[in-house]
């Protein structure tokens, strides 16, 4: 089974300090994903990795920027976190081209900026 | 660019019943495949169905079916003989077949199944 494992379920930081949420998939996909996820908004892309040090930005990228130095690994980095980055993030990975599409997703973590 | 519309915030279901949830999509790509994802209370997000547009026959899992109208730009989920487990957000999602596979999410349906 595919597994995508998150750093942390809950994090308390605080306004301005720089916070990094990290995500590592077993399974060998090309494709990373970060999500950000509030009521009534459903999911919305942040970041996206289709290979090793490459990215893309999302719907919705200021204020984050990501790190891809291995394939299994994709960080969500909050350079200066603010009250309005507080959220549930989560993080999925999927195969490459000429595959189902299908996304696994982590557990997420919710994180709380005060 | 596409969108992707849930349009019932919540739902509610007796258990053994059957409940539909719909979706609507919005697209200007022939090919591209759609999605049911569901989301347990404090649980990781699982792929309930998956529909290519290029099929005409309906996806079915199960107790879990689509309706699924190209024409329309409709997907809709039914499912039967409801479960207390079925009780999740549930989210429509649509993917493009080229690109960098970036999905669109629609904004989720809760259902709630009352024993």
């Known amino acids: 089974d595919v597994k995508v494992t998150q750093s942390s379920r809950y994090l308390v930081k605080r306004t301005g300090e720089k916070v990094f949420l990290e995500c590592v998939q077993d399974m060998d996909h090309e494709n990373m994903f970060w999500y950000r996820q509030d009521p009534g908004l459903g999911l919305r892309l942040i970041y996206f990795?289709?290979?090793?040090?490459?990215?893309e930005k999302g719907d919705i990228p200021e204020g984050y920027s990501v790190s891809r130095e291995k394939k299994e690994r994709f960080s969500l980095i909050l350079e200066s976190a603010s009250t309005n980055q507080t959220s549930m993030y989560l993080c999925?990975?999927?195969?490459?081209?000429?595959?189902?599409?299908?996304?696994?997703f982590g557990p997420g973590t919710r994180l709380t900026v005060t | 660019a596409q969108t992707v519309t849930q349009s019932q915030p919540e739902m509610s279901v007796q258990e053994a019943e059957t409940v539909t949830l719909s979706c609507t999509y919005d697209?200007?790509?022939?090919?591209?495949?759609l999605f049911w994802y569901k989301q347990p209370p404090s649980r990781q997000m699982i792929l309930v169905i998956r529909q290519e547009a290029y099929k005409q026959q309906n996806a079915t899992e199960n107790r879990f079916s689509v309706n699924f109208q190209k024409a329309a730009k409709s997907f809709s989920l039914k499912i039967s003989d409801s479960q207390l487990g079925d009780a999740a957000m549930y989210f429509c999602a649509y993917v493009g077949s080229g690109g960098y596979q970036k999905v669109t999410f629609g904004t989720g349906t809760k259902l709630q199944v009352i024993p």
């Open positions: 990795s289709y290979d090793v040090k490459m990215k």
């Open positions: 697209t200007s790509e022939s090919d591209y495949y």
């Open positions: 999925a990975s999927s195969p490459g081209q000429a595959s189902s599409y299908e996304q696994y």
